[in-house]
């Protein structure tokens, strides 16, 4: 237990240094707390009723690396949509219990049911990342909501950058 | 410019077309001793457009007749008061199409009954009204309702055309609409459309958490009625050619699947089972099959599946996103959009999927693309930064943008081919609402719904 959390805390710290052009401007600066805490119980720090293998936990865990972002209209996966879904696979190697929902998302400027689609395709090039890891296909489903649940709100580049996204949530 | 040349084609060729008006149904003699009505002097206003040579036809739309004023269903008060509202939907049916200056029931004097079938040239002709609408409301002895519709030439002190209808109280304003159908028709040439419905996605609450239901209404927004409750998002219905069943997307199940929802059971079925996400379901014209899209591991293709169920025929497979088919009028060819070249654009192929090839060639991404129910026009959303609705021919030329707004999107047919609804989307708030505009890029108008709305799509003209 111990021994995997501090696993999870190394790659962490190598998405850190891998961290590229393509965050979007409106994203929170990622925590650096645990750089600074090498003692491998703060990795995963445990609020009550964050069970281990919960979605509350994961993206505690993950610390806004749940997520990876997409150029607009593209649906590859970059060094940094990479590093992310790496430290996705270590957590759900560690939690093999775990199943996990990636949902897939467009921004507002594209018509609806294309946007459905690209969220689709979007989900699904994280789900395919994953199963490379390691992760068994039947751990994992896809969603699409198109242009239907932006995360931001607003009518710009910024906000429509964070909105071209996959959200890996963890189903139990 | 545009517009002018193509109302005045419209009028001469209604012009030319005049026939004797055949009557479908021909009231009895009124009897003589009703008292003529008084007229008094109002003036009817005739307005000459900006563009110039065009002339709005002026039209008198006076409250129609009864022969028997008695409470029905359709209006406690009586038919007197339903012949004032039958004049007020035709009235407004036909004030916002730019061919017609009517005047309604609100301005004009009473006609007695007697006088639908005899109009009083000399006043009608003294307020300047060009053409005439008369009409009667008479309560049968089974409880429907026999509305009679008249359509006179005041110059020429002519009967141009004339139509009953027997309708279910609870379906008066039908007999309206199938009254400014008559006239639109018979004075433009063009095919009828205001007799039609319309469905459409009902949008409420924040950007990040709207509610998307199902909804339905008139063609010109009466008779609105919520299908599904909002608990599931709701996306992108079309109503079946005979207005018994709406297919649409559902969230219902979790994963976006397209369901078959039947009007008159309230009940919905899948189009078909499987563990893919489904979407973008179109009818064939004559409603047998259903056009949809289908995500299997990421890549989206369309199919076909006969509408009670069966074996799914794919007709892309290009790796990819294809999505989106419309069926040209005879059901011979599908319109669609495909990103197969690197972005969106607009494919045709035939109705088996053979022959597949690019028609948008100029320039941004092109995208549900809907075919005209006449087949002249291929409507589509032009995304080039902004979204805008346009319209080219089935040959792929001949892009015209309709609309200039920030973001138009998903065009629907009038049933006559000759005005196109979309959804505009405001920036930042998300807010939707329903437009229409005609071929010309004119007369742009908001539909009035009650709360948000999206995705229309017009259905045809009941029989």
């Known amino acids: 237990m111990k021994r995997l959390a501090v696993t999870v805390t190394a790659v962490s710290l190598l998405a850190l240094g891998a961290c590229s052009k393509k965050a979007p401007e409106q994203l929170p600066p990622p925590p650096a707390a645990p750089v600074q805490t090498a003692a491998p119980v703060a990795a995963a720090p445990q609020a009550p009723g964050m069970a281990p293998g919960s979605q509350g936990h994961f993206r505690q865990a993950m610390s806004g690396r749940d997520v990876i972002y ?49 969220g689709e395709r979007r989900a699904n090039a994280a789900k395919n990342y994953l199963i490379g890891l390691g992760i068994p296909a039947t751990r994992l489903t896809t969603i699409s909501y198109g242009k239907e649940r932006p995360d931001a709100l607003g009518s710009n580049e910024s906000s429509w950058a964070r909105n071209r996204r996959a959200v890996t949530v963890v189903v139990e | 410019m545009t517009r002018s040349l193509f109302l005045a084609s419209l009028l001469s060729t209604a012009l030319l077309a005049a026939t004797p008006a055949a009557a479908q149904l021909a009231p009895e003699a009124p009897p003589p001793t009703a008292p003529a009505a008084e007229l008094e002097e109002e003036g009817l206003s005739v307005t000459v457009s900006a563009e110039g040579n065009w002339q709005d036809i002026g039209i008198a739309i006076p409250a129609f007749a009864t022969n028997r004023d008695q409470p029905t269903p359709a209006n406690a008060q009586g038919t007197a008061a339903l012949g004032q509202e039958i004049a007020q939907v035709i009235y407004n049916d036909l004030r916002f199409n730019g061919l017609f200056q009517p005047v309604g029931p609100d301005n004009l004097p009473r006609p007695a009954y007697d006088q639908i079938t005899s109009p009083a040239w000399g006043s009608w002709g003294a307020r300047s009204a060009e053409m005439l609408v008369h009409g009667y409301v008479r309560p049968g002895a089974n409880g429907n309702l026999t509305v009679g519709c008249y359509l006179y030439d005041v110059r020429l002190q002519e009967e141009l055309v004339r139509q009953g209808w027997e309708f279910a109280p609870t379906e008066w304003r039908r007999a309206a609409h199938k009254c400014a159908d008559l006239v639109y028709s018979r004075l433009s040439g063009e095919s009828p459309f205001f007799d039609s419905k319309i469905a459409y996605i009902a949008e409420t609450g924040p950007k990040d958490r709207r509610v998307k239901r199902l909804a339905i209404m008139d063609s010109d927004g009466a008779n609105h009625r919520f299908i599904t409750n909002g608990q599931a998002t709701a996306l992108t219905p079309r109503y079946s050619p005979d207005y018994s069943q709406i297919v649409y997307l559902s969230y219902v199940d979790g994963n976006p699947s397209i369901y078959i929802y039947d009007i008159g059971t309230g009940k919905q079925q899948l189009v078909t089972r499987s563990e893919n996400p489904t979407l973008a379901p179109r009818w064939s014209p004559d409603g047998r099959y259903i056009l949809y899209s289908m995500a299997v591991a990421g890549n989206t293709d369309i199919y076909r599946v006969p509408v009670g169920g069966g074996r799914s025929v794919r007709l892309t497979d290009s790796p990819g996103i294809d999505i989106g088919g419309s069926y040209s009028p005879d059901g011979s060819q599908i319109v669609f959009e495909s990103d197969r070249s690197g972005s969106q654009q607009i494919y045709v192929m035939g109705a088996d999927g053979s022959g597949q090839r690019r028609l948008s060639f100029f320039g941004g991404r092109a995208a549900t693309p809907e075919w005209s129910p006449r087949g002249d026009q291929i409507a589509f959303t032009h995304v080039a930064g902004n979204l805008r609705v346009a319209v080219m021919n089935p040959n792929g030329r001949g892009m015209r943008h309709l609309t200039d707004g920030w973001q138009d999107e998903a065009p629907t047919w009038a049933p006559n081919g000759r005005i196109v609804q979309f959804f505009r989307t405001q920036p930042n708030s998300g807010e939707t609402s329903l437009w229409q505009v005609d071929l010309t890029g004119s007369n742009l108008r908001r539909l009035p719904t009650p709360v948000g709305a999206s995705d229309p799509a017009w259905g045809p003209v009941l029989p």
Do not use: C, S
């Not at chain 1, 150029?71 to 590859?76: E, V």
């Not at chain 1, 190697?93 to 946007?115: F, I, K, S, V, W």
């Open chain 1, 70 to 118: 997409f150029d607009t209209d593209q649906y590859n996966v970059d060094a940094e949509d990479a590093a992310a879904l790496r430290q996705q696979a270590q957590y759900l190697l560690q939690y093999p219990n775990a199943r996990a929902r990636l949902e897939g998302h467009a921004d507002e400027r594209g018509t609806r049911e294309y946007n459905l689609a690209l």
